[in-house]
């Protein structure tokens, strides 16, 4: 494992900078909390944040320290993509417990607008921080998506009879396990609209993934643009999907990295620790409004996994999977799904009841 770079060539965040700065809160995980820093122009830190958002961790968690987690960025994730696949992101050194002090006030200003089991929670007397990559919009016309990725590739505990993949398997599950607990008049097996990560490799290929991908990501998309910026923008999403490089080298990534799948694996088994976190990754994607920018997509959230406080839930989620019949589609009652697999298995059978139907309506 080749070094990080050393701690002492981080950047410093002392207070007599910050008190010059406003910390606007962006977003929050179980694990992290991310400010913008709003920074004079003439400012002489502006140009550390420039481009970049504040990331801090939260106290009481079990995640790695900030150190660990860039040298493992570093040396274990960086080598495997191209610079621009990633979301770039360097260690910046909190040198005095006051800037702790004005995030948390930040917190508390907006608690009640917080997600419920995110309330109380603050930012730990951490030596470190970390300036992350902003792949937000940098015009109001932009348009910025992001989406999960997961498993691009079936798990190998999957049985060998298995018509879900394994995330659709794991939506099923999660949609029969919020179905039971609801009242009768309340339930529906359709889940909601989830993208099957087959779909994501097979768009320059297959026109019924392509539009399952585009609809999906459009979901995501607020809108509120110019009609004919809308339509150049997604004509250049769908370029990328069909073209981009980085998804199929993610998949690879995952393949090299779990020949045993979840109920197989060792706890201490580098590989498989580096192919749980290459499938809990974020694909960030700006498309700017002016088309002579070109098209950015980035992957994030490529953090070391706590492997021993996770390898038992894994394995427990995959038993489910398996022994429930959510990757062969036999829950009762059975849940719908939009997985490729199961579309592929069931065409032929399809086909022939279309032609029966048409056979019919002419007679």
């Not at 009481?60 to 320290?65: E, F, Q």
């Not at 999977?321 to 059978?349: A, F, K, N, S, W």
Request: net charge negative; with cysteine.
């Amino acid at each position: 494992m080749s070094p990080a770079a050393p701690l002492s060539d981080a950047p410093v965040l002392p207070l007599s900078a910050a008190s010059h700065c406003d910390f606007i809160f962006i977003g929050e995980g179980a694990s992290n909390v991310v400010f913008e820093v709003d920074v004079q122009p003439n400012d002489e830190n502006s140009s550390i944040f420039r481009g970049h958002l504040l990331r801090v961790q939260k106290g009481g968690t079990k995640a790695h320290s900030y150190g660990e987690l860039q040298e493992y960025w570093e040396a274990v994730v960086k080598p495997l993509f191209e610079p621009a696949d990633l979301i770039q992101h360097r260690l910046i050194k909190i040198e005095d417990g006051a800037v702790i002090s004005r995030l948390n006030a930040v917190l508390a200003q907006i608690e009640d607008a917080r997600r419920l089991d995110f309330r109380g929670s603050r930012v730990a007397m951490a030596a470190y921080g970390m300036l992350v990559e902003d792949m937000r919009e940098r015009h109001p016309d932009d348009l910025t998506l992001e989406f999960k990725p997961k498993w691009l590739a079936q798990s190998p505990n999957a049985p060998a009879s298995a018509t879900r993949c394994r995330n659709c398997a794991r939506e099923a599950l999660k949609h029969h396990t919020k179905l039971n607990g609801c009242h009768q008049t309340q339930r529906t097996t359709r889940p909601r609209r989830i993208l099957c990560p087959f779909d994501i490799l097979t768009c320059a290929s297959c026109p019924d993934a392509l539009s399952n991908v585009v609809a999906h990501l459009s979901s995501l998309d607020p809108l509120g643009r110019p009609q004919t910026t809308i339509a150049a923008q997604y004509n250049r999403l769908i370029q990328w999907l069909q073209t981009n490089t980085m998804l199929p080298r993610l998949r690879a990534a995952q393949l090299a990295n779990d020949h045993t799948g979840p109920l197989r694996a060792d706890a201490h088994d580098p590989d498989f620790q580096l192919a749980m976190t290459l499938r809990d990754c974020t694909c960030f994607v700006r498309i700017p409004a002016d088309p002579a920018l070109r098209v950015e997509a980035k992957l994030g959230d490529l953090d070391k996994k706590n492997w021993a406080a996770k390898l038992g839930y894994w394995q427990a989620i995959e038993r489910r999977l398996i022994e429930g019949g959510y990757y062969e589609g036999r829950e009762v009652p059975r849940v719908e799904t939009d997985c490729q697999l199961e579309r592929r298995l069931l065409l032929p059978e399809d086909a022939t009841e279309e032609r029966g139907n048409s056979a019919a309506t002419a007679d």
